[in-house]
């Protein structure tokens, strides 16, 4: 029997990746919206250019509808190195799992149980549930969130090697939607939420690994999804918001933004500028609307770094929030590609 798998992705929004520095050490988290009902945690936040067909904001990270029939096949939502703090050897405590989903249908049953895996060896380390008793089962199409303690991940060494596979099962063999599987805790610097740096879908029997776009280059992408103008405007931007991981008593000495871009299609023109906003609150401007910080009119990645001295204390550099203005020029369709949007932190 084949079975079927398919991803949407609503608005494309993703999180993007925020690269922490301290003396001796680096580690980089990958992070994404929480879930479609979080409200304003979403990123990027696409206005203009970039908004969905029907003109409402969307913070939905990936919904993915896969087939199910039985438990023998699972899907993996992988958290592969993602970090918790830049230094290795802290206790964790409080660590949750939390995963929220939804059936096929109005009267179909979907259930799950889950194991907490080492990335780098997939040795299984905790277990919750099983085939005969699974962690929960949701009826009906309604999203329901499940959180459930997994004290085993009791080390940021872990944290920053952890894996979830996720075992489902659906009473018709439907599509069941995912929308949120992240991993939350505390260590003595600061509590933590981890969102899957890449997912892998065997719900068809055979792994496929899918890494999210923005939050490392060289994998998935990010497209907009209508033709920018041809001249900038303060109505059309991508909005990144970051993290909050950097401890609040932390010296922070700057930051910098990297950025790949490039027009979708040849003989289009793409130029840029940005806004760093900590909050609401405007803390920094880089390239203008007549001086942009770069262009490329080529089908090849422009990589650029641009430094942030505006993020100077903890406070800015926790949920710093970039918006990048975008103009591309030509006729016919105007669309981007973004293969890297990351913020570095340098601190002590």
């Known amino acids: 029997m084949m079975w079927q798998c398919q991803t949407n992705r609503p608005a494309m929004s993703k999180r993007a990746a925020i690269r922490v520095i301290s003396p001796g050490s680096a580690?980089?988290?990958?992070?994404?919206?929480?879930?479609?009902?979080?409200?304003?945690?979403?990123?990027?936040?696409?206005?203009?250019?970039?908004?969905?067909?029907?003109?409402?904001?969307?913070?939905?990270?990936?919904?993915?509808?896969?087939?199910?029939?039985?438990?023998?096949?699972?899907?993996?939502?992988?958290?592969?190195?993602?970090?918790?703090?830049?230094?290795r050897g802290f206790s964790v405590t409080g660590a949750t799992f939390d995963f929220k989903f939804a059936a096929g249908a109005s009267g179909d049953t979907a259930c799950f149980y889950f194991e907490v895996r080492r990335a780098s060896t997939g040795a299984v380390v905790g277990t919750h549930g099983s085939s005969?008793?699974?962690?929960?089962?949701?009826?009906?199409?309604?999203?329901?969130?499940?959180?459930?303690?997994?004290?085993?991940?009791?080390?940021?060494?872990?944290?920053?090697?952890?894996?979830?596979?996720?075992?489902?099962?659906?009473?018709?063999?439907?599509?069941i939607t995912v929308d949120q599987g992240t991993v939350s805790g505390s260590t003595p610097a600061t509590s933590f939420t981890l969102y899957p740096l890449s997912y892998t879908d065997a719900s068809t029997g055979t792994p496929a690994t899918t890494t999210w776009s923005l939050a490392a280059s060289g994998g998935a992408t990010y497209t907009s999804t209508s033709s920018w103008a041809n001249a900038f405007s303060a109505s059309r931007y991508l909005k990144v918001t970051f993290p909050s991981y950097i401890p609040t008593t932390a010296t922070v000495s700057g930051g910098t933004f990297k950025f790949n871009y490039r027009p979708t299609?040849?003989?289009?023109?793409?130029?840029?500028?940005?806004?760093?906003?900590?909050?609401?609150?405007?803390?920094?401007?880089?390239?203008?609307?007549?001086?942009?910080?770069?262009?490329?009119?080529?089908?090849?990645y422009t990589p650029d770094t641009v430094t942030l001295s505006e993020i100077n204390t903890a406070a800015r550099a926790n949920g710093a929030i970039v918006k990048v203005y975008m103009w591309v020029s030509g006729t016919g369709t105007r669309t981007t590609d973004t293969d890297l949007a990351q913020l570095v932190v340098n601190y002590q």
């Open 132 to 175: 005969s008793s699974p962690v929960g089962c949701v009826t009906g199409l309604t999203q329901q969130a499940f959180s459930t303690a997994i004290s085993e991940l009791n080390t940021s060494d872990l944290a920053n090697d952890n894996r979830i596979r996720v075992y489902a099962r659906e009473s018709a063999g439907k599509a």
């Open 265 to 300: 299609s040849s003989g289009h023109n793409a130029c840029y500028y940005i806004e760093v906003y900590s909050g609401a609150t405007l803390i920094g401007t880089h390239g203008s609307t007549t001086t942009p910080i770069s262009c490329n009119s080529t089908t090849t």
């Open 27 to 87: 580690s980089t988290v990958s992070l994404k919206p929480v879930s479609q009902d979080s409200g304003g945690r979403g990123a990027p936040i696409c206005v203009g250019a970039c908004a969905p067909p029907n003109g409402r904001r969307s913070s939905t990270w990936n919904c993915t509808w896969c087939t199910w029939i039985g438990w023998p096949s699972s899907v993996k939502l992988r958290n592969s190195q993602i970090s918790v703090a830049p230094r």
